[in-house]
C-alpha cells in the first residue's frame, strides 16, 4: 500500500532527511511536500524519469534516477575522480528510516546497515554476490531488502534490477527480461 501526500509529508517531517530514495510513485508527492521540508535537498529515484539536468554528477539536480547515479559513479571510479570530501557522519549517526505505518519508523544506523551488508557478503560470497542478477522490489518495508536486496549487491559490484511494483505478472516479466536468478 502507497502512502498518501501527507502521510509521505509527516514521516519526512519527522525525520528530516537530507536525502531520500524513492520510487517514481511517490516523487510527485515528495515534492509537493518540499516547503515543509527544508532539509530535503535531493530525492533519488529507483525507477522512471526523474527529469534531472544532464550531466552527472547531479551536484546541484533535485531529482536523480538510481542508474543514472551509480552509472556515473562507475565512471568517476573508473577515472580516479574523487567530487567531494568525506562526509561527516558517523558510524552511529541514522542512516535510513523505514517505517511500516505512517506512525511507526525503525531507525537504521550507518553501522547497522553496513554490517548486514558486511555479513551477508560474507555469509554468501562476495563473487557469488558479484556474479548474480538481483531483483529488489520496492517500497521497503523492512531491512533485509535494504541491506541485502539493494546495498549488498552494490558493494559487490552486482547486477542489480529495482522494480517499483509487488505486481505478479510485472515481477515475472523483469525476472525472464533481465534472467534475474536471485
Known amino acids: 500500500v502507497f502512502s498518501t501526500a501527507d502521510e509521505i509529508a509527516t514521516i519526512l517531517g519527522r525525520t528530516r532527511p537530507v536525502l531520500a530514495f524513492a520510487s517514481s510513485a511517490h516523487v510527485e508527492k515528495i515534492d509537493a511536500a518540499r516547503p515543509r521540508l527544508p532539509s530535503l535537498r535531493q530525492i533519488v529515484c529507483f525507477d522512471g524519469a526523474t527529469?534531472?539536468?544532464?550531466?552527472?554528477?547531479?551536484?546541484?539536480?533535485?531529482?536523480?534516477?538510481?542508474g543514472e547515479l551509480y552509472s556515473a559513479g562507475s565512471a568517476l571510479l573508473v577515472g580516479g575522480s574523487v567530487l567531494?570530501?568525506?562526509?561527516?557522519?558517523?558510524?552511529?549517526?541514522?542512516?535510513?528510516?523505514?517505517?511500516?505505518?505512517?506512525?511507526?519508523?525503525?531507525?537504521?544506523?550507518?553501522?547497522?546497515i553496513m554490517t548486514c551488508v558486511d555479513g551477508s557478503l560474507?555469509?554468501?560470497?562476495?563473487?557469488?554476490?558479484?556474479?548474480?542478477?538481483?531483483?529488489?522490489?520496492?517500497?521497503?518495508?523492512?531491512?533485509?531488502?535494504?541491506?541485502?536486496?539493494?546495498?549488498?549487491?552494490?558493494?559487490?559490484?552486482?547486477?542489480?534490477?529495482i522494480h517499483a511494483t509487488s505486481k505478479l505478472d510485472e515481477v515475472l516479466l523483469t525476472l525472464g527480461e533481465r534472467r534475474i536468478d536471485y
Do not use: C, K, Q
Request: glycine residues 8%.
Open 122 to 161: 560474507e555469509m554468501l560470497g562476495r563473487e557469488e554476490v558479484a556474479e548474480r542478477r538481483w531483483l529488489t522490489v520496492v517500497p521497503f518495508h523492512h531491512s533485509w531488502p535494504t541491506t541485502n536486496g539493494m546495498l549488498a549487491p552494490l558493494a559487490a559490484y552486482g547486477s542489480n534490477t
Open 84 to 112: 567531494v570530501g568525506a562526509a561527516a557522519v558517523t558510524p552511529v549517526d541514522i542512516a535510513s528510516t523505514i517505517f511500516i505505518s505512517s506512525t511507526l519508523g525503525v531507525y537504521l544506523t550507518h553501522r547497522g
Open 51 to 66: 527529469g534531472a539536468p544532464e550531466p552527472a554528477p547531479f551536484a546541484d539536480a533535485e531529482r536523480v534516477n538510481l
